[in-house]
């Protein structure tokens, strides 16, 4: 893919995780102001069709992004990002409210996932089979379950998590996050969704913590985040934590 068709696909990717909707060349143009004329763009957008990097809806003129194309940002386009300065400090005060609501630390940094994204998250020590779970009430109120077949699928897969869980546990692949886009997902339950999900190590016990959401997810502000909440599981960052926030 050349240069100008990354940037298009890379634009219609960051405004329809914004607006929710299919994107055109003409609200492309005003927002982004590409130095091509809007029939340039469609011709280009039109290229990336073809290519299977995007989809025309039926009831709509504009585009979104496919499997494939999430595959490629991904892969080729996603910018690094840390968790740091005022927001690292922010996220670790509520790390500590949470905490003395919620007592145990996997459950703690579960909630704290769901709360910062608006999806569903899952986490578990795989030996204790301690399994929790946080977010579905807000994932459900996204657009992509407003039909009641994908409503009920992410329902069951919430009712039937003790079965799905090995399954999970296979999808991570060594220390680094994993993501899986739609029918990539391991979870047939949500294959019109993704999955970011990590081990980590609490001692001598593995685990994992997963991310479940609708395609247009905020990829790099969740690899981020699950990256940096997976430290804190992994490790002392939670005690440091507690030792700054209670003055010691």
Do not use: W
């Not at 143009?29 to 809806?57: C, I, V, W, Y």
């Not at 922010?90 to 940094?109: A, C, H, P, Q, S």
């Not at 998250?121 to 407003?146: D, Q, V, W």
């Amino acid at each position: 893919m050349d240069k100008r068709k990354e940037e298009i696909l890379k634009s219609i990717i960051s405004d329809y995780i914004d607006r929710k909707a299919p994107v055109s060349s003409s609200a492309l143009q005003r927002k982004h102001n590409f130095d091509l004329s809007t029939a340039t763009l469609r011709n280009e957008m039109f290229d990336l069709e073809e290519e299977g990097f995007l989809e025309q809806p039926h009831t709509s003129a504009g585009r979104i992004p496919s499997d494939r194309g999430y595959r490629y940002y991904i892969d080729n386009l996603m910018p690094d990002r840390e968790i740091e300065g005022q927001e690292e400090y922010i996220l670790k005060k509520k790390i500590i409210e949470y905490k003395n609501r919620y007592g145990e630390v996997t459950k703690t940094i579960t909630k704290i996932l769901a709360s910062e994204t608006g999806g569903l998250a899952i986490s578990t020590i795989i030996k204790k089979k301690e399994i929790y779970n946080c977010g579905i009430a807000e994932l459900l109120k996204e657009p992509e379950f407003s039909r009641s077949n994908d409503f009920c699928s992410v329902v069951s897969l919430c009712d039937f998590l003790d079965d799905n869980i090995d399954k999970v546990s296979e999808a991570t692949k060594g220390k680094e996050v994993q993501i899986y886009i739609g029918q990539e997902n391991p979870l047939i339950e949500v294959e019109n969704c993704s999955m970011v999900i990590s081990n980590f190590q609490k001692g001598n016990e593995r685990g994992f913590i997963a991310l479940i959401g609708p395609k247009r997810m905020k990829y790099d502000r969740n690899v981020s985040l699950i990256n940096y909440l997976t430290k804190i599981l992994s490790g002392g960052g939670f005690v440091f934590i507690i030792l700054v926030y209670s003055g010691v």
